[in-house]
């Protein structure tokens, strides 16, 4: 059975950090080039950072870039996004999304909130 659990999210101040974790199991993680979505009600969901199966390349929107890091372990099936200096307007659902030869799952999301 496959599953992707995301957690890490929560309620953290503007400027604060947090880091969202993405548990993966039932497929070969390590074939998988994973990302991070966000999304916010009413709106379309956003692609926010991506990383190479072996971890060797990564890349980012524009609104996230030098503040958030994705980085993944394959030892422990478990890719990873540090958010730093976070603001108001990074309050989402974050989903974690593998891609891989010919299948692509999906997390059940993780909330966070930015505010004071």
């Known amino acids: 059975q496959v599953q992707l659990v995301e957690s890490g999210g929560g309620l953290v101040q503007p400027g604060g950090s947090l880091r969202l974790s993405c548990a993966a199991s039932?497929?070969?993680?390590?074939?998988?080039?994973m990302r991070w979505y966000r999304q916010v009600p009413g709106k379309e969901r956003e692609l926010v950072a991506g990383i190479a199966s072996n971890g060797g390349s990564t890349a980012y929107a524009d609104s996230v870039k030098g503040r958030f890091t994705i980085s993944r372990d394959n030892a422990k099936n478990t890719v990873y996004l540090q958010m730093n200096s976070l603001k108001p307007e990074d309050t989402a659902v974050y989903y974690c999304?593998?891609?891989?030869?010919?299948?692509?799952?999906w997390g059940q999301g993780t909330q966070v909130t930015v505010s004071s």
């Open positions: 999304h593998a891609v891989g030869p010919g299948s692509t799952y």
């Open positions: 039932g497929f070969t993680f390590r074939s998988y080039a």
